[in-house]
């Protein structure tokens, strides 16, 4: 007998809405994980959502917020009052709290800071005058550190006294400063509370501790925490004072939304255009791209009117064009998406730009013979005439060949001007692919048939 599978959370919720059973509800929502939860709530309006929070409490609303998809947060937030705001960016950890006021409009994140703990309220001031996506935005303040000069017993004694004001939850460095607040090295919480009481904190640390700048880009970041295997890493500024840290599920939001937003722009959306609640945002983040891919098949579209007297010798011509035409926009697809990849990952360096080039050349010239092959046999087969066999296929491999070389450049060339190498692909990349490819195609054809 098959076991019966509970409903989706979401209708849970309003069947029990609908039921007006509070306790249940009640209960309902202090079992979900905030995750769950999260995705719940999209599927409630904006005065519901409001009902929903209140009725988890402050400490639920407030593991809630920081994990809600954007759009839900933008529906959510101007439901909320402000005192009622202002109570959950109090029991936020700093970080979460500021990503959140990140949302509101200019005036109304002013005004809910000036309410907020003169401590909290500093902390979170301090966050949000970081650049978007760098460290010192996505860091959070409270940490753990002592002094060198310490003994063990007294550096435990202001950990205790610490980790109780600030409520902290868990940690797992302890990090060591000198007097003013310079970051000379580190201490596992575990080797801390095995050392006697009179030992110093200085013979207990590690030196070369690896940290981040707090002006870094949070990209750069994910790549240090992912190739040195850290659980945190501390943030200092340009005087190596220390001033914050960030947590491996920091970068695991990082990587989450860079990733979202290369894969946006790989198609020329805007980087939020898969969540934005705007239709007239969307149309502008694309229609500058689908503008210039307009001009692109424009030019296509004259190159093959300058060679009408081509098809109308040999209409066949035509038949092949949307062929050679993809193979070359999937193959510079492909090559581009390997570079921006790499580029993001460390993997591909601008140095190794002939080294790729060599490459992706002996790759697509390898697949541009395989095809060419293919093609001569089964255009010639279909037409009858091997001279448009061996144009489609001349013309496929010449295609392949040159959209690699191109995806390859694109991107790395844009990286070398500090641009987003993600733009490289999409509209712009095949646009390129289909006219060299139109243009080429034809060129064969003259030299080959006629």
């Keep these: 007998m098959a076991l019966q599978k509970d409903p989706p959370l979401h209708e849970r919720i309003k ?3 609908r039921e007006h059973a509070a306790k249940p509800l009640h209960e309902l929502l202090a079992e979900s994980e905030p995750v769950e939860l999260s995705g719940a709530l999209f599927h409630f309006t904006g005065q519901e959502q409001r009902f929903l929070v209140e009725m988890m409490g402050d400490d639920g609303a407030a593991e809630l917020l920081p994990v809600l998809s954007e759009p839900t947060l933008l529906s959510l937030l101007p439901q909320i009052p402000d005192d009622h705001l202002q109570d959950l960016l109090e029991e936020m950890e700093p970080d979460d709290a500021a990503q959140v006021i990140a949302f509101l409009e200019p005036d109304r994140a002013a005004a809910v800071l000036a309410a907020l703990e003169p401590a909290r309220r500093k902390d979170l001031t301090n966050l949000l ?20 000069a310490q003994s063990v017993g007294e550096a435990l004694e202001d950990i205790r006294r610490y980790v109780e004001q600030v409520d902290l939850d868990e940690f797992f460095s302890i990090y060591v400063v000198d007097e003013t607040g310079v970051l000379l090295g580190v201490i596992p919480v575990w080797k801390m509370l095995l050392a006697q009481s009179d030992e110093t904190v200085r013979g207990l640390m590690t030196t070369g501790v690896v940290s981040v700048i707090a ?8 790549r240090i925490v992912r190739d040195r295997d850290l659980v945190s890493v501390p943030v200092v500024d340009h005087r190596q004072r220390l001033i914050g840290r960030i947590t491996v599920d920091d970068v695991v939001d990082v990587i989450h939304d860079e990733f979202a937003e290369d894969v946006a722009q790989l198609v020329g959306a805007g980087a939020r255009d898969v969540t934005d609640l705007s239709i007239r945002a969307s149309i502008r983040h694309r229609s500058p791209w689908l503008l210039f891919a307009l001009g692109g098949l424009f030019v296509s579209a004259m190159i093959m009117h300058r060679f009408e007297e081509f098809f109308v010798a040999m209409p066949q011509l035509a038949f092949f064009i949307p062929l050679v035409m993809a193979m070359g926009g999937n193959t510079g697809i492909q090559s581009s998406s390997l570079v921006i990849r790499g580029l993001a990952t460390g993997e591909v360096r601008l140095d190794q730009y002939w080294r790729r080039m060599r490459r992706e050349l002996g790759v697509s010239l390898g697949i541009g013979v395989l095809f060419a092959v293919l093609l001569i046999g089964a255009v010639g087969l279909l037409t009858g005439d091997w001279r448009i066999g061996f144009t489609v296929g001349l013309a496929t491999a010449a295609g392949i060949a040159a959209a690699a070389l191109i995806g390859t450049t694109i991107p ?18 095949t646009t390129v692919n289909d006219i060299l490819g139109i243009a080429v195609y034809l060129a064969l054809a003259f030299w080959i048939l006629f």
Excluded: C, H, N, W
Excluded at 134 to 139: C, H, K, L, V, Y
Excluded at 215 to 222: A, G, I, L, N, R
Excluded at 412 to 429: C, W, Y
């Design 15 to 17: 069947q029990l809405m």
């Design 129 to 148: 005058s970081y650049g978007e996506e760098t460290a010192g935005r996505i860091m959070d303040p409270d940490l753990v550190r002592v002094k060198a």
């Design 215 to 222: 002006d870094m880009d949070q990209e750069q970041v994910s």
């Design 412 to 429: 790395m060339a844009l990286e070398r001007i500090d641009l987003d190498p993600a733009l490289a692909t999409g509209p712009f990349l």
